[in-house]
């Protein structure tokens, strides 16, 4: 594969993510401008929509808050496609050794997570206070349940909810948080699985944490260092002036300020239509941090993780020294690129550390902590995962002999995707209205064109009702595509175990690829075995 070059700065002036083009497509390679720039130009660029909607220009479209996720543009110049699976034949891992007895069917896809069992290596979200995440939270919900895996209550949301009740500063109640809750408890088998609930600065300042414990009994709280839109904290679009001056007195930051009459007067206007929610940056204290995790564990929490994001490499060097320290269970590492918010377009593509990048330098660390006999826990990477392909090679890459330190993978845009689309489609069939070649090819009702329909009616009986169709759209994308998917990759390696595939099952397609990660070349893999086996 020949080396490539992240793209030039030609997408800077025109983006999809922001609704914006440019009138010619030869554009200036370094600015992204047209190299003939006009005053009757009838299109918005960059340049353009900024001189009309100033900061709003900064965000994905903001009249698709609410329905939509967004990533970046921007070519890293590494991803997962620079590396490949090796393929094997003569010897078999995991399993007995007969040809009817390896089929792939028969890999076993579970691992746990900071000691919680899971049928798949992933865990879902987080979806925090974001209306998206609000929007579909019971496909979301029943659907990781129905799958047997993690699933992450974000952000905010008790803060976000205005049925929340407080006491002195702390809340009482929370009928979203709740509601959360009680949707992925609903089909949980209690064994493999679990619904962890983040908390960020804000959250604990109104203690979310205290309360999902004591409450809502439950068992997994993650800590979370900013982040939340990229490296600036959590934020959301407010359509509505009371609740933004609602969360104003809350203590979050509002902006532009709802309680200002010139402001409340142009909202009242259109000349703008939201407000932005900001949460504060966490600035962690090594000291102060493990005794938090140690008040957690006394307040009832079983199981604690953190969540931080792709922050320069001392940051990630610290991250694991603390983590370590606090025997915190499972930390969580975000690489750039993508977001379920209103995480801003720039920083997307051009602030933090790439998903490779990043888990290089996290492997480091964790074999630097190995080495000196120090606690290493879990490891979970997120960053644009959507396939089977990038999860296997995720976990091989960490696996230095003695079993891999990833342990699976934090999905957050497809599985909104997955939920969105069937949402979306049911919506179609009930007018009549599907896609003629959908129709044609997996037919007009959800008992037919969603294929694992039939699987689920069988395991659930009457209560297959109960299951909406947006949490089989779910399950369907999470087991029968990814898992099917994994166990296929798995037995072609020859390994029916999930903690036995390595680093010897990848090679590097492009020198970058080997020199960052340290993963040979395709043509240094095995470079002597030739001479070795027939010599």
Known sequence: MPERVSR?????????????????????????????????????????????????????????????????????????SHFNIQSSIFEVHGIKADSDVALFPNV?????????????????????????????????????????????????????????????????????????VDLFRKFWDGKYGDIVVQTNVEDQRLGVDVYAISKLEVNVIERKWGQGAKAIGGEVRIRNLDKAIMLKKRGYIVIPDPEDPIVQEAFKEGVFKSFERHSRVGIPKERGFIEDIEWLRSQGAKHVSLKTGAYRPSAIAYTMKMASEAKIEAVTFDGAGGGTGMSPVPMMDEMSIPTVYLEAWVLKCAEILRKKGRFVPDILMAGGFISETQIFKTIAMSNFGDGPYVKGVLMGRSPLTATMKASYFM???????????????????????????PELKAKYGKRFKEIPWEAVGLHSYLTDRIGVGLKQLMAGARKWKLNLIERGDLMALSKRAAEVTGIPLAEEVDADAIERILG
Request: hydrophobic letters at 30%.
């Open 8 to 80: 030039n700065s030609s997408y800077l002036n025109s983006k999809s993510t922001t609704g914006t083009m440019t009138r010619v497509k030869d554009l200036s390679p370094t600015s992204g401008m047209c190299p003939i720039c006009i005053r009757d130009c009838p299109f918005l660029c960059e340049i353009g929509l900024s001189t009309f909607r100033g900061r709003e220009t900064l965000y994905p479209e903001p009249l698709q808050f609410g329905s939509s996720t967004a990533g970046a543009l921007k070519d890293f110049g590494l991803d997962w």
């Open 108 to 180: 076993n896809t579970e691992t746990k997570i900071a000691g919680i069992p899971i049928k798949l290596p992933i865990i879902a979200g987080a979806f925090g206070s974001t209306e998206v995440g609000r929007r579909n939270w019971e496909g979301l919900g029943i659907g990781c349940a129905l799958s047997g895996i993690i699933l992450t209550v974000g952000e905010n949301v008790c803060g976000m909810d205005r049925e929340s009740k407080f006491t002195g500063g702390k809340v009482t109640y929370s009928k979203e948080l709740k509601r959360r």
């Open 427 to 453: 919506e179609l069939a009930k007018e009549g209205k599907l896609p003629k070649t959908f129709a044609q090819r997996y037919g007009t009702t959800p008992e037919k064109f969603f294929i694992v329909a």
